[in-house]
Nanobody, 120 residues
Framework: QVQLVESGGGLVQSGGSLRLSCTTS????????MGWFRQPPGWERAIVAA?????????YYEDSVKGRFTVSRDNAKNTMYLQMNHVNPEDTAVYYC????????????WGQGTQVTVSS
């Protein structure tokens, strides 16, 4: 069973930066596509970024975060990161990391979420 634990959320001023972490329970990166999602207040959860590190590195970013957010990993720590730069109030949301078995369409494993609040 894959376990995901997010951390790093908090309150940040508009224009600032924040780094979220997602620590996994094992060798997740070779077997899963990893993703970051967010759910703003009153909105449905939606994908922000994704990465497939099984062979090389393939990444996806939702249009509103391109050029501002970056997904990375530290294999030794079994941890994925979401570096968030130039944040704005529209980035306020609960952020979740998720894992999808490669070759499937289902995001099967989720973390508990971490709150990010951007003040204007």
């Amino acid at each position: 069973q894959v376990q995901l634990v997010e951390s790093g959320g908090g309150l940040v001023q508009s224009g600032g930066s924040l780094r979220l972490s997602c620590t996994t329970s094992g060798r997740t990166f070779s077997d899963y596509v990893m993703g970051w999602f967010r759910q703003p207040p009153g909105w449905e959860r939606a994908i922000v970024a994704a990465a497939d590190w099984s062979s090389g590195s393939t990444t996806y970013y939702e249009d509103s975060v391109k050029g501002r957010f970056t997904v990375s990993r530290d294999n030794a720590k079994n941890t994925m990161y979401l570096q968030m730069n130039h944040v704005n109030p529209e980035d306020t949301a609960v952020y979740y990391c998720a894992a999808k078995p490669r070759g499937t369409d289902e995001w099967a494993h989720w973390g508990q979420g971490t709150q990010v609040t951007v003040s204007s």
